[in-house]
C-alpha cells in the first residue's frame, strides 16, 4: 500500500486566475488550457473586486497561516504567499485536507480584515496535489521555494 507523505496546496486570490486563464487553470483536480471566452465570462460574473495582497499582506497571511498550523499540530515544509496566490507544502496526518485549508483560509481573512481589509480575499475551493514519495515531496517543496 502507498503512503502519503505529504501534500501540495495551492488556493488564489479572488479574481486573479479565473478559469480559461491563459496561463491555464485547474478544475477537479485537472489542469486545462486557455479559454479566453470562459475567461471573459468569469470576468464578467465576478461579484467583488480582484485582489493582489500588497508585501505587508502576504506577511500577515503568512503569520497566520504558520499559527494555524502549529495549533493544528501541521508541519509546513515550505509555503510561498504571492500576491495572486498561496502554496503549501505539509505533512500528511490522517485528518480531513479541506478542513486545514479552510481554516488556513479563515484564519487569514480574519488577519486581514483586523489590519483594515475589507471584501472577499479568496476564490472558492482549492488544489491538492499528493505526494507518495520523497521524490515527489522533494520536487515540490523545491517548485514552492523558488516562489519566494
Known sequence: MVKTLGYMLTWTTYGTWLQGDERGYVKKGKVLGANRSLQEVNAANQ?????????????????????????????????AICYNHVHIVLNYTGDPIESFVGRCKNS?????????????????????????????????????????
Open 47 to 79: 461579484t467583488a473586486k480582484t485582489v493582489k495582497l500588497t508585501r505587508q499582506e502576504q506577511e500577515i497571511v503568512r503569520k497566520a497561516i504558520e499559527s494555524e498550523a502549529t495549533r493544528l499540530g501541521r508541519e509546513i515544509y515550505s509555503m
Open 108 to 148: 487569514a481573512r480574519v488577519a486581514l480584515q483586523a489590519n483594515g481589509f475589507s471584501g472577499r480575499v479568496w476564490t472558492k475551493g482549492y488544489d491538492k496535489r499528493y505526494c507518495f514519495d520523497e521524490k515527489s515531496l522533494n520536487d515540490r517543496i523545491g517548485y514552492v521555494r523558488r516562489h519566494n
